[in-house]
């Protein structure tokens, strides 16, 4: 586990600044950074111009294993786990990095990006305690995100198996994720 290493506050508001303009949802803030409700509330007002929504998160693990959900979010991930082995980054710098590299990615493909900073996040901690794990495709190697259980012998991934109802379209591009 990373130790969190003590933050100056210009550098908390910075993140959350990132963060919002990103399009966190509150209750990342609040976990991430040691700034009070109340400041992050102005500060969300401030930035994002509306106030933010409220309620819990809804997502559970099922979004992530939607066909193109998976395909974004395995994306994510593989850019998050690289980042995480090369780069000497705070746990949710290396999100907000990963999740600023797949907005590029995606762009360049011209995808819409179905992932969602707020969801990219929970995909980190789903991943953290064990919930979720990325497994090869047995047929193109790439990473996918999968249950713990998968066995990685008989898994095809959505892009090399994609549903009936998919289509022809560029639904997912050419992503690589290998
Ligand atoms: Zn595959």
């Known amino acids: 586990m990373k130790t969190k290493s003590i933050l100056t506050e210009a550098r908390q508001i910075e993140r959350a600044v990132t963060l919002i303009k990103l399009g966190a949802r509150l209750q990342v803030l609040e976990s991430e950074t040691d700034l009070s409700y109340e400041r992050l509330l102005r500060l969300y007002k401030e930035v994002a111009g509306k106030s933010p929504s409220k309620g819990q998160l809804p997502f559970s693990t099922d979004w992530f294993m939607t066909w193109q959900p998976n395909i974004h979010a ?12 090369v780069a000497e980054l705070e746990e949710i710098d290396t999100v907000i990095k990963a999740y600023q590299l797949y907005l590029e990615q ?71 994720l290998h």
Not at 77 to 82: P, S
Not at 139 to 145: D, I, L, P
Not at 156 to 162: A, F, I, Q, S, T
Request: glycine share 8%; with cysteine.
């Open 74 to 85: 395995s994306l994510f991930l593989n850019t998050h786990e690289y980042l995480n082995k």
């Open 106 to 176: 995606t762009q360049a493909q011209n995808l819409e990006p179905l992932l969602s900073i707020t969801r990219a996040w929970r995909l980190v901690k789903f991943v953290d305690n064990g919930m979720l794990t990325m497994t090869k495709c047995s047929k193109c190697a790439g990473s996918f995100v999968t249950h713990p259980h998968e066995i990685a012998k008989h898994f095809v991934c959505g892009l090399c198996n994609p549903p009936a109802r998919a289509g022809k379209g560029k639904a997912s591009g050419s992503l690589q």
